[in-house]
């Protein structure tokens, strides 16, 4: 697919956000992320995401590619300390770091995930 870099970092950036909602309600990958080491990356590519999935869609339709780390975040937006079992992560677009998401759970919505 040969396309502008405009048009590539605006695809990338539309769909960032669907496709971090549909990581975090996966749950082989809440499992990985919750058992990774602070800072670890993985790549989200389209065989990441179940083939059912718009997130698997978009992926393949537009060849994006994301990561998403393990954040190393001390606290939450909110002010308040951030509990070992917390999930802290950080999307971005793999070709643009300035393409970013975060997303946090706390532990309690983790034992509604689990």
Known sequence: MNRSKRLDRKLHRKYLAD???EVVM?????NDLM???EGEKFRIEAGSL???SFGHSVLQRYKL????TRS????????KAVGKKDLLMEFNAAAYEDIRHDWYL?????RHAA
């Open 106 to 110: 706390h532990e309690e919505d983790l």
């Open 65 to 68: 590619k994301y990561t998403v």
């Open 35 to 37: 058992s990774a080491e």
């Open 50 to 52: 179940p083939q059912d």
């Open 19 to 21: 496709v971090a909602g």
């Open 72 to 79: 190393i975040l001390a606290l939450h937006w909110t002010g």
């Open 26 to 30: 996966t749950k082989s990958w809440l």
